[in-house]
Structures are given as structure tokens and as C-alpha cells.
């Protein structure tokens, strides 16, 4: 199969949500036919050498104009903190779509997510594809972050929940500041307590390799069988 054309997108907005991660519209000039959960590459060209890195869709496929991105800052790393600091009409090469973490039909009665931090970027896509599409089931998504300002997107997936009433956000936090009323701890603390062995759920997990790791062996304590989680690796 032919590989997608590289192609100039520019950039819409770029808004900070932390100070180390922001989320960026890039409008496309063509179309791109994304399924949700896939990522494009960015092209970069630093001292005459095309430097390549790979960022998760993090919008609704319905939308084909642009993507939007989820972009984790790293201190002395090349291709993150340009982006972070992306301004509007910005233009960025970028091509794609790539991957096969994406969800997996025929959809189960449960869908849950996992996700830590920016790697909710992927299933945010699917979380959108699913809801939008009215698939029959019900959407979970089990998010963990540090401190109450690493809670990406609050407002969007409280008013997810307000709209579809198949939608369910869990928040879980590790190192609150202040009193909560969020789970305290990691996910891997939390899943035991929530999730019953079930052969009808898919689990979709996506975050830093030791998450992704505990995560899995949790489920598998739990007996979910292997064939219903689906991750996606980033290092
Ligand atoms: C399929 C795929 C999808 C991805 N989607 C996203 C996404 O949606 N959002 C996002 O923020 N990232 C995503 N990543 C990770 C992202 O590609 C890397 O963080 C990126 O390569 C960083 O590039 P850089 O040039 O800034 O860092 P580099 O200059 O390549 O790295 C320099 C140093 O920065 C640190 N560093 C960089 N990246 C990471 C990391 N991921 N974890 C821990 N330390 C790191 C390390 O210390 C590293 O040695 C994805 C990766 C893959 C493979």
C-alpha cells in the first residue's frame, strides 16, 4: 500500500493546558482518512537532517480538515518543546495517518480506557469515534495524573458526561495538593475495585511503559483474558 504524501499543515490554535503540555489544532491542507487511535509523524529539518517524531490523533475522525495533537514537553528534547511553542499559522510537515491501535469490532458491551497523562491522546480520538457514532456501549475512561493541574481536559469530559449518558470519566489522582474527591493513588490502585471479570469489555490502554505494564498484569489478576486489551507502546 502506497504511503500517505507528506503535506504542510498549519496551525490553528495552540492552547496550553500545563506548562508542560498543550493541546494543538493543525488544519490540514489535504484531508487525511484517519481511523481513531492512529498517530502522524512530524518532519522536522534541523541542520539539513529530517528529524521524524510520532504524535496520537487526538481528535474525532469525523473531522478530516484538521487534527488536533496532545503534545507532552520534555526539557532538552529536539522536537517537543518547538512544537509546545508553536504559534498560530505556524506551518508544520507532517504525514500520516500510521498504526493499528484502533478499536476493534465487533464493539463489546463495555469499552474502558486507561490512560496516564498525555497518552489519553489516543483515546480521546476513540472515546469521540464511539460516542458520536452512538455504538452500543458503555464508555469508560480511567485517567491518572499527579497533581489537580495535570488533569487534562477536565471541562471536556465533565460535559461528555452531560451529553452522553454512556460516558463515565474516573479520575485518579496520585499527588493531590488538596483535599479530593478523587480516587487517590495509581490506576493500577483503583482497577481491583471497579473492574469485575467480564468477557464482554475491551480495555484500551495507552501511557509510560511501566503503566502499561502494571495495568495489564491488574486485568490479567482480575482474569480478563489478553485478547481484550489493547495497548499502545510509545517508547
Ligand atoms: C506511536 C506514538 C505516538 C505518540 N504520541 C504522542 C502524543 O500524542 N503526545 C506526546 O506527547 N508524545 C507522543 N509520543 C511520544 C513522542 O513521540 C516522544 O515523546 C517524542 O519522540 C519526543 O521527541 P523529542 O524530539 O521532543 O525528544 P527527544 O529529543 O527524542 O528525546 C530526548 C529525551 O527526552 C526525554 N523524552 C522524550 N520523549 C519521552 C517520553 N515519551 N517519555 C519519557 N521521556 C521522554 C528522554 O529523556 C529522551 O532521552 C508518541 C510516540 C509514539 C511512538
Redesign the pocket.
Known sequence: MALPEPQEAIVEFNKKLTSE?SLIRLKLQKPIDFRSGQ?IQTITLLDNKK?R????I?SSPKNKEYIE?????????????MLFKANQNDKITIQGP??F?TLIKPYKKETVFIAAG?GV??LRSMIYDLLENNIDTKVTLIFGFRTEKDYLLEDEWLNLEKKYENFKIIPVISRPEKNTEFFKGHVTDFIPKIIKKSDDTDFYICG?NIMIADTMKVLELIGINKKQIHI????
Request: glycine share 4%.
Open positions: 503540555t498517530f528529524i517524531r510520532s504524535w496520537s487526538a495533537l496532545l503534545i507532552k514537553k520534555y526539557e532538552k528534547s529536539l522536537i517537543s518543546p500510521f498504526g491501535f498525555v491522546a489516543p509510560p499502545e507502546r510509545w517508547q
